[in-house]
């Protein structure tokens, strides 16, 4: 049962992520002015941040679940799974990207910081699309397993 879900989540988050990156945020640079568009896409990100740590939290609380439930049944636990390492990592991505980097930027906006903004752009827009690979295999990982 926790498979299904875990593959269900996955994809759920792996399509949100796709459609910020390749449609939502693209197109509000195209069609607002820049102001404007920035601001959207803060709001965005904001909301893509709240929603990654939560399914985040809860697919590595299933795979924890998963290996105590094996360990019960006499199996042995294969802790370090995929199932327990991607969404963790793709956690791990969130806080750095979002909860980290964020503040820095709006830092460098002003001129403060020892980066320039662009630069931590740079360095968020990379940690963005290693969390969508991340949840992208989880996605594909887990829903190998549900369908075997």
């Known amino acids: 049962m926790f498979v299904r879900l875990q ?14 990156a390749l449609v939502a945020a693209p197109n ?8 404007q568009a920035g601001a959207y896409v803060a709001r965005l990100f904001s909301i893509d941040a709240q929603v990654s740590v939560v399914l985040g939290l809860l697919l590595v609380l299933i795979a924890r679940r998963q290996a105590r439930d094996a360990e019960d049944a006499g199996r042995p636990p ?15 991505c969130t806080v750095a990207g ?21 630069a931590l752009h740079g360095l968020s827009m990379g940690l963005f699309a290693l969390k969508g690979l991340a949840v992208l295999a989880l996605a594909w990982t887990l829903s190998r397993r549900s369908t075997s």
């Open 98 to 118: 979002y909860y980290g980097l964020q503040p820095m930027m709006e830092a460098a906006r002003h001129g403060a910081g020892a980066l320039s903004f662009m």
């Open 28 to 35: 509000a640079f195209a069609v607002l002015e820049r102001a």
């Open 78 to 92: 294969r802790v370090f799974t995929a199932a327990l390492l991607l969404p963790a990592f793709a956690l791990l």
């Open 7 to 20: 593959a269900l989540l996955a994809a759920l988050w792996g399509g949100f992520l796709l459609c910020v």
